[in-house]
């Protein structure tokens, strides 16, 4: 039996945020033959157990990046950010004027002063590039636009609630640098990125590498039986932790360095690739 984690966004799905017809049946055929097949996302594990009923798979999964894990119904595992990192976090953010949300037990809170500080860093940019200009209204007004997130000014406002993880949107490589470095002021968070315009922060402990850990003790599968696949750099400590490592072809760089094999891209059904020619 093999413990197999995958990667979401620039992962398992393509461009066009679908999963195809291939990785369905890859993943289907895994679980037909005995091994268990788990979503390891950035996403909030509601968002990820909506997108998976909509293709009617049933797996595992590992959300916010790794920090709330789920299987068979149950909570397995949960780091939460510490009530003084959060606040530090918190300031450290609302001193640069930087858009974030917070993704925390009951769902995902966005901050009011989001639109002006996603306006402010545009302001500020030397220039946008132009395949990302046509997103840049929906994402300014995203707290009036949203369904699924809830808005807040202070973290007392969500004193009942645990924090797993800021997003952070920087949208340019200066505030993107500005923010890592600030945000190492913080010594017991981890930082990380899963694209190139924002960052992720979790407690020191939480990560994709630990989630896929607490799955493999669940399912008593050896670590050296688990296999990751990934593309960015929030995936690095499951790829580093995993028996077998697999970067899509679509992958950051790094990622690939790092990796054991390449695949195809999310758009060639590389995780069906990965599979066929080196799991199954």
């Known amino acids: 039996m093999k413990l197999i984690a995958i990667d979401l966004d620039g992962t398992l799905l393509s461009s066009d945020v679908e999963i195809t017809n291939e990785n369905i049946e890859a993943i289907r055929n895994a679980q037909k033959e005995g091994h268990v097949v788990m979503i390891c996302s950035g996403r909030a594990p509601e968002d990820i157990k909506s ?13 916010s990046n790794g920090t709330v894990v789920y299987a068979d119904g149950k909570l397995l595992s949960k780091v939460s950010i510490s009530t003084e990192d959060a606040a530090s976090v918190k300031g450290l953010l609302d001193e640069n004027g930087i858009p974030f949300k917070v993704y925390t037990d009951s769902g995902i809170y966005i901050h009011t002063s989001w639109t002006e500080r996603v306006e402010a860093l545009i302001e500020q940019a030397d220039s946008i590039p132009e395949q990302y200009v046509k997103h840049l209204d929906r994402v300014k007004e995203e707290p009036t636009t949203t369904k699924t997130e809830q ?5 007392e406002e969500l004193a009942d609630q645990h924090i797993q993880k800021f997003f952070i949107l920087t949208l340019f490589e200066e505030p993107k640098a500005r923010t890592m470095e600030a ?18 922060v979790m407690d020191q402990y939480g990560n994709k590498g630990n989630g896929l850990k607490v799955m493999a003790d669940y399912f008593n599968i050896p670590m050296e039986n688990t296999v990751a696949i990934g593309d960015n750099l929030n995936d690095v400590p499951m790829l580093k932790k ?3 490592s697999i970067a899509m072809g679509n992958a950051d760089p790094a990622v690939k360095e790092l990796c054991d094999v390449t695949v195809g891209t999310n758009n060639e059904s590389g995780v069906a690739q990965a599979f066929h020619n080196h799991i199954l």
């Not at 945000?183 to 992720?200: C, D, M, R």
């Open 183 to 200: 945000l190492g002021e913080v010594t017991t968070i981890s930082t990380t990125s899963s694209g190139p315009f924002n960052v992720e």
């Open 242 to 244: 995993a028996g077998l």
């Open 51 to 63: 997108l998976l009923h909509q293709y009617d798979l049933d797996c595992p999964v590992g959300g």
């Open 151 to 155: 808005t807040f000014t202070e973290l």
